[in-house]
């Protein structure tokens, strides 16, 4: 299986900041490298994929970069609907793995 | 399109799980389904997936005791899991699966409890 490793596991921001979660992969995925944001009590829901394609409808502040093995979030001015659970996920091979989680929660 | 998750809530160990997943808005033909689930705050675990005219894929630690199915008249994805055990305890999500790439439309959930 692909491991998927996130850092940091856990980030404290102010609203307004810059914020960059990474994701590091056992081996190459190329560039099938998802973002998702998990709110407590809800279902994930896609912010980016194929790396560095933000999805319709999220907001211009969120945005993706890397390919092979490294990979970035990036959150441009942290407003306080963003704070939550980030998860990678890479779809290159099965088994479909995912990152552990980066919790970010308020300074 | 929207998802909903559906199952028995509480299931006692040995037992099977059987939960569905009720499309609409949209063809269950010619889309992926996948199921993830979510131990109680831990992280997300990829289940497998379907496409409705071809054979599912399942997670290697899983495949001995899972059957992913879709009944295409209903509009239906279905999952069974076969031997519960107190590490089924989980929230279990389906989601279209946009191929090659994500998973771009979740179901709420649903919370299974596997205790004696």
């Known amino acids: 299986d692909i491991q998927m490793t996130q850092s940091p596991s856990s980030l404290s921001a102010s609203v307004g900041d810059r914020v960059t979660i990474s994701c590091r992969a056992s081996?190459?995925?190329?560039?099938?490298l998802n973002w998702y944001q998990q709110k407590p009590g809800k279902a994930p829901h896609l912010l980016v994929y194929?790396?560095?394609i933000v999805k319709s409808g999220v907001p211009s502040r969120f945005g993706g970069s890397g390919s092979g093995t490294d990979f970035t979030l990036t959150i441009r001015g942290v407003e306080p609907d963003d704070f939550a659970t980030y998860y990678c996920?890479?779809?290159?091979?099965?088994?479909?793995?995912f990152g552990q989680g980066t919790k970010l929660d308020i300074k | 399109v929207q998802l909903q998750e559906s199952g028995p809530g509480l299931l006692k160990p040995s037992e099977t799980l059987s939960l569905t997943c009720t499309i609409s808005?949209?063809?269950?033909?010619?889309?992926?389904w996948t199921w993830i689930r979510q131990p109680p705050g831990k992280g997300l675990e990829w289940i497998g997936y379907?496409?409705?005219?071809?054979?599912?894929k399942y997670h290697p630690s899983l495949q001995s005791r899972i059957t992913i199915s879709v009944d295409t008249s209903n509009s239906l994805v279905s999952l069974q899991l076969r031997s519960v055990t107190a590490a089924d305890t989980a929230v279990y999500y389906c989601?279209?699966?946009?191929?090659?790439?994500?998973?771009?439309?979740w179901g709420r959930g649903t919370t299974v409890t596997v205790s004696p």
């Open positions: 996920q890479q779809s290159y091979r099965t088994p479909y793995t």
């Open positions: 808005g949209g063809s269950i033909r010619n889309t992926y």
């Open positions: 081996q190459t995925v190329t560039n099938f």
């Open positions: 989601a279209k699966f946009e191929a090659p790439y994500a998973m771009d439309v």
């Open positions: 194929g790396g560095s």
């Open positions: 379907i496409y409705f005219n071809e054979r599912p």
